[in-house]
């Protein structure tokens, strides 16, 4: 059984436009799937679906075989505590009132008795946000400090470590760095692709930016204008087979 099953999924929004058009893939457990196309084809509308965030008009979204939508916030809590998501803006994700390790245990309290974890363990408070803030490489001593005293790669750190307490099978990265300068953009996915092999969990990674997303996929999809135009295996990004939109924008980062 797949991890994610994504079916035939359409979605428009009040004004009837259609942003993704039948919309199918699927994830296996421990991958990274890239999601790669330009700005407004519909990608974090998707991944505001899988997150049910909101709603689609038709098709289906399965995680571990069992359909998410129309199932009651309450049904839906242990997917909620599988799939996490870290997003482009680090500045909005955390609240800025809250001490970075309160901010960092939120998950763990909110879905506590449903959190099993593996790779990190849980003594004390004080010695799980230091195991999280080690693990993204930042300081232990930065658990009291407030978002704004960090700069904006060490927000997106927090906010990585916030994903992965609680050991999610899923982490949704919508353009994980690109609010970030180039050397900071390289160590975020160079953490991030470590995380991964460390945790064992999948992530669906999403970027505009097709040099970002084949170092960090194992396969890559393209999408343009609400549609799946192409999906390969990595090493097959240069394959003459490739669709013409996949070969725009490899000629655009060569
Ligand atoms: N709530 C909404 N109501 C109406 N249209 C919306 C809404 N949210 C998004 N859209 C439209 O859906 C399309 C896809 O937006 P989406 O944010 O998914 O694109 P994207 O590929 O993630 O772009 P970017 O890389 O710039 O974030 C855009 O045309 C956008 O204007």
Not at 15 to 34: A, D, H, Q, T, Y
Not at 226 to 244: M, Y
Request: glycine share 6%.
């Amino acid at each position: 059984m797949s991890l994610l099953d994504v079916r035939n999924v359409h979605k428009s929004y009040d004004n009837g436009v259609e942003i993704l058009r039948n919309v199918n893939f699927s994830m296996e457990r421990k991958e990274c799937l890239g999601l790669v196309g330009e700005s407004g084809c519909g990608k974090s509308t998707l991944a505001r679906l899988i997150l049910q965030i909101e709603s689609f008009d038709k098709g289906s979204i399965l995680f571990e075989g069992t359909e998410l939508q129309n199932k009651s916030e309450r049904s839906l809590k242990p997917y909620r505590k599988n799939i996490q998501a870290v997003l482009q803006n680090p500045a909005s994700a955390l609240n800025p009132k809250l001490r970075i390790k309160d901010s960092l245990m939120d998950p763990y309290l909110q879905f506590g008795s449903q959190v099993n974890l593996k790779y990190f363990t849980y003594t004390s408070e004080a010695n799980f946000i230091g195991q999280l803030l080690e693990t993204v490489e930042l300081p232990r001593s930065f658990a009291e400090r407030y978002p704004h005293e960090l700069s904006g790669g060490q927000k997106q750190r927090v906010t990585i470590a916030r994903a992965i307490s609680i050991e999610p099978a899923l982490i949704i990265l919508d353009e994980p760095a690109s609010s970030l300068d180039v050397l900071s953009q390289a160590a975020l996915l160079k953490l991030l692709g470590g995380l991964r092999e460390t945790l064992d969990t999948s992530y669906l990674f999403i970027s505009h930016d097709l040099s970002a997303v084949q170092e960090m996929s194992q396969r890559i999809m393209v999408m343009k204008g609400g549609v799946i135009v192409d999906s390969f295996e990595k090493e097959q990004l240069f394959c003459s087979d490739r669709h013409s939109y996949t070969k725009e924008l490899i000629s655009m980062f060569e």
